[in-house]
């Protein structure tokens, strides 16, 4: 398995230095031109809280991206997490393929 060796960029960092910095937006600012509560923004921003599907729209229309933008950010964060997590790869390593299990179930019946 090929793991990356740093974490991908979040949706909170690409907002705080790619438009709020820049644009000189405030959290409040961004919160009310999303038409959401501050505190969504902020748990977005300081990579508190994972981006929804509503808030990748409401996003891509503010500006003037696209959806699958801000989904893709969040998409390469979650692989690389669960990649780096080694509670979660212990765990996967116990999971048996469907293959496995009809062989399995094939060779029980034949004995049978």
Known sequence: MHQAMR???????????????????????????????????SALVNNNRKLTTDMAFRLAKAFDTSVDFWLNLQQNVDIWEVQNDARTQEELSRITTIVTVIAERDDSAEVA
């Open 7 to 41: 974490k991908p960029t979040t949706v909170g960092d690409v907002l705080l230095y790619e438009y709020l910095e820049p644009l000189d937006l405030k959290i409040n600012d961004l919160a009310e031109k999303l038409n959401v509560h501050r505190n969504s923004v």
